[in-house]
C-alpha cells in the first residue's frame, strides 16, 4: 500500500452508496432488457460469443503485468471470436481506484483476495452465474476454502494464481557471508546481524506493506489477522532495525535484480523469485538462487477473477472464466508464470520440475502454516499506511 492508498480507501463510505446505485440501475436495465440468456459452454469447449451480448465481440481485460501464457489469448480469441483487450497494472491501488470510480469499460479484473472483499462491500461486482461455468468442478477445495474468507459461498470470483511471500536469495553469496548453515526461518533477513552482512551485495522488498507487516508480524508468532496495532508497531520497530542494510524497496524491479545478481536477498512473492531463479539458470550467469518458505510459516494470498457490476461484455466475461477454469488452459499459465493456480484438475498438465517443486507447490505440512489475510478496516490501513510511510522514507 503505497501513501496514495490511504485517500482511496477513504473513498469506500462514499463509493459503497454510490457503487449499489449503479448495481441497482444495471440490474434494472437488463431486466428491463430481457436479458435472459445465458451461455452455452462445456467443460471441454469454450463455446463462442452470444450475439446478443455484443455487437462487436470484445472482451476488456484488467490484469498484473507478466500474468499469462503467450498463447491464453490468442487461443481464446480464435476459438470464440471475441477480440480480446488486454490492459495490465502495477499495483491494487491503481485497479481499486479505477473500479470505485466506476464505469471503467473492463469485464474482467483480478485484484487480490483482501483488496476484493472490501471492493465487494462496496458493490463493485456482479454475482456469478454457475450455471455458465462448468469448470467449476476443477477448482481446488482448499484454495475455494481460502478464497470464500473474501467471497463468503464463493458467488462473486473465481480464484486465479496464488502465492506465498517469502525470501529469495543467491545462496552462494550467503554460504560466503554466514557460512554453511543458514538459517531456514525469517532471521535469514529480519535478524540485524544476518541482514548487515548482506548490505554489499543488495537487499531488495517489495513494496506491498501489508504483505511485509502481515509476514514480519507472523515471525514473531503472532496472528495478524488479529489486527493488534500493538502487533503492528513492533512489526515497525523490527523492520526498522534493517532499514540501513536495505538497498530498495520496489515491486518491478527486484526480480531481474535476483536474475542478473544484482541484489542477493529479497522479501518478496513466491512466483517472480522462482522466476527470476530460472531466468538466471538459463542465462547461465552463476547466480544460484534459492525460495526460503520460513519454517514459521507465512502468507497466501489468493488473485482473484471477477466481473465488475458495470462491466459492458458480462457474457463474454462469462466465457473467459469457463475458459479459465479448464484444466489445461490454467496449466500453460502456471508453467509460464511459475505461480501455483487454483485448480486442482491442472497438476497432471503441469510440468513435473514446478508441480514437484516445493517453492511453487508447498506440501501438506507447510501449506497448513499458510495464513490466510482477511480484508482489514479503514483504521487498521491507515496505521499500516503511517507505519509504511514512515519506514520506506526513513521520516
Not at 477513504?10 to 430481457?34: D, H, P, Q
Not at 456469478?128 to 470470483?157: F, S
Not at 525470501?167 to 554453511?180: I, M, P, S
Amino acid at each position: 500500500m503505497t501513501a496514495a492508498s490511504s485517500q482511496t480507501i477513504a473513498k469506500y463510505k462514499a463509493a459503497c452508496t454510490a457503487n449499489r446505485m449503479r448495481v441497482a440501475g444495471a440490474a434494472l436495465s437488463l431486466l428491463l432488457a430481457g436479458c435472459s440468456h445465458q451461455p452455452s459452454a462445456t467443460t471441454g469447449a469454450v463455446g463462442s460469443a452470444t450475439p446478443g451480448d455484443s455487437a462487436d465481440n470484445v472482451l476488456n481485460i484488467y490484469s498484473w503485468s507478466d500474468y499469462i501464457a503467450p498463447d491464453t489469448v490468442p487461443n481464446f480469441e480464435k476459438e470464440t471470436g471475441i477480440k480480446v483487450n488486454y490492459s495490465t497494472y502495477d499495483s491494487n491501488e491503481v485497479l481499486e481506484t479505477k473500479l470505485l470510480t466506476g464505469h471503467t469499460g473492463y469485464d474482467i479484473v483480478i485484484p487480490t483476495g483482501t483488496f476484493f472483499e472490501r471492493q465487494r462491500h462496496a458493490g463493485v461486482y456482479r454475482k456469478l452465474d454457475k450455471t455458465a461455468l462448468p469448470n467449476l468442478v476443477n477448482l481446488d477445495p482448499d484454495i475455494m476454502r481460502r478464497l470464500a474468507v473474501h467471497d463468503p459461498g464463493n458467488l462473486y470470483a473465481v480464484p486465479y494464481m496464488w502465492t506465498t511471500v517469502g525470501l529469495g536469495y543467491d545462496v552462494d553469496k550467503l554460504h560466503a557471508r554466514l557460512g554453511k548453515d543458514l538459517p531456514d526461518g525469517w532471521a535469514l533477513l529480519l535478524d540485524p546481524k544476518n541482514a548487515a552482512k548482506y548490505q554489499d551485495c543488495g537487499i531488495a522488498l517489495i513494496d506491498s506493506p501489508m504483505d511485509i507487516f502481515q509476514a514480519v508480524i507472523l515471525s514473531m508468532g503472532h496472528d495478524p489477522n488479529r489486527l493488534d496495532p500493538a502487533d503492528l508497531a513492533a512489526a515497525a520497530a523490527m523492520l526498522e532495525k534493517i532499514r540501513p542494510f536495505i538497498r530498495y524497496i520496489g515491486t518491478e524491479q527486484y526480480m531481474n535484480d535476483l536474475a542478473n545478481g544484482s541484489i542477493c536477498v529479497a522479501l518478496g512473492w513466491s512466483g517472480d523469485i522462482l522466476r527470476a531463479r530460472n531466468r538466471a539458470k538459463e542465462a547461465a550467469n552463476g547466480v544460484n538462487l534459492v525460495y526460503l518458505l520460513p519454517r514459521e510459516g507465512s502468507i497466501l494470498t489468493v488473485d482473484m477473477v471477477g466481473i465488475p457490476a458495470d462491466a459492458p461484455h458480462p457474457q463474454n466475461a462469462l466465457l473467459w472464466l469457463n475458459y479459465l477454469m479448464r484444466p489445461e488452459v490454467a496449466a500453460a499459465i502456471t508453467n509460464f508464470i511459475n505461480f501455483p493456480n487454483g485448480n486442482v484438475a491442472s497438476l497432471r498438465f503441469i510440468e513435473p520440475s514446478i508441480k514437484n517443486d516445493p517453492g511453487v507447490y508447498p506440501d501438506p505440512a507447510a501449506r497448513a502454516r499458510l495464513l490466510t489475510p482477511t480484508a482489514v478496516p479503514l483504521e487498521y490501513s491507515r496505521l499500516v499506511t503511517r507505519e509504511w510511510t514512515r519506514f520506506s522514507t526513513g521520516y
